[in-house]
């Protein structure tokens, strides 16, 4: 992208006021403009693929498909833009997992207004945005959950692995499962198997608590 045009950037959050104060922050900037928004993850992909975007602001959890499903599904293509994940928490679940989808920055909302314009022009260079606070809050969380002895995941899921938990924390059962991924029961309890063995956990309530630290689902 030249340096004289504007950034063109897609804006996904499942609450209209938010997108509106974020758009507020990032058309008043210069070489920025908001040129689509969506309310969910499935319909950021959408418009990913459709239209010409350099840059995808995507919200970490939404309904239908989470911003880290939808920042997947867009860094597996060919010349796709650059993402920046949105997030509400100081949480490392949400960073790791945001890194691993293709993401080249994470913004609390809480500092929007602070860091999001310095994050877009980070990731138009190139480069990556990570502000201070989320790197002292990971570090600090990490530690005062192994001084409390709480399992730490031993590896990250896989993105079908990742579906498959949404739809068991969401109570759906494994033959629903199966219809709404097109695969096996017998997959779906594999799946299920490799995600309490990754994860350290027993049952569904375990799983569930998990899938909200992690954004899949909304409390």
């Avoid at 507020?24 to 309310?39: F, K, M, R, T, Y």
């Avoid at 790791?96 to 602070?114: H, I, M, N, R, T």
């Avoid at 192994?146 to 590896?155: K, L, Q, S, Y």
């Avoid at 017998?186 to 569904?204: C, P, Y």
């Amino acid at each position: 992208m030249n340096s004289t045009q504007q950034a063109r950037i897609l804006l996904a959050d499942d609450h209209a006021l938010v997108r509106r104060g974020v758009r507020l922050i990032l058309d008043s900037e210069p070489g920025l403009q908001v040129v689509a928004e969506a309310e969910d993850g499935a319909e950021a992909v959408a418009i990913a693929r459709d239209r010409e975007i350099d840059l995808a602001i995507l919200d970490v959890a939404m309904p239908r498909m989470t911003g880290l499903q939808a920042a997947r599904e867009i860094s597996s293509r060919r010349q796709h833009p650059r993402i920046l994940m949105l997030s509400m928490y100081d949480n490392e679940q949400y960073f790791f997992e945001s890194l691993k989808a293709g993401a080249c920055g994470y913004v609390l909302k809480s500092a929007a207004d602070q860091d999001l314009i310095q994050a877009c022009h980070a990731a138009m260079r190139g480069a990556s945005f990570l502000y201070p606070a989320v790197m002292r809050a990971l570090m600090r969380n990490y530690l005062e959950r192994e001084r409390r002895g709480e399992p730490i995941p031993r590896t990250m899921l896989t993105g079908r692995e990742d579906e498959v938990l949404k739809l068991i924390a969401e109570g759906y059962s494994s033959k629903e499962i199966a219809q709404a991924l097109t695969i096996s029961i017998k997959t779906v309890e594999r799946h299920r198997a490799n995600i309490l063995e990754k994860l350290g956990m027993r049952d569904r309530t375990q799983l569930t608590r998990y899938a909200i630290r992690a954004g899949l689902i909304e409390p």
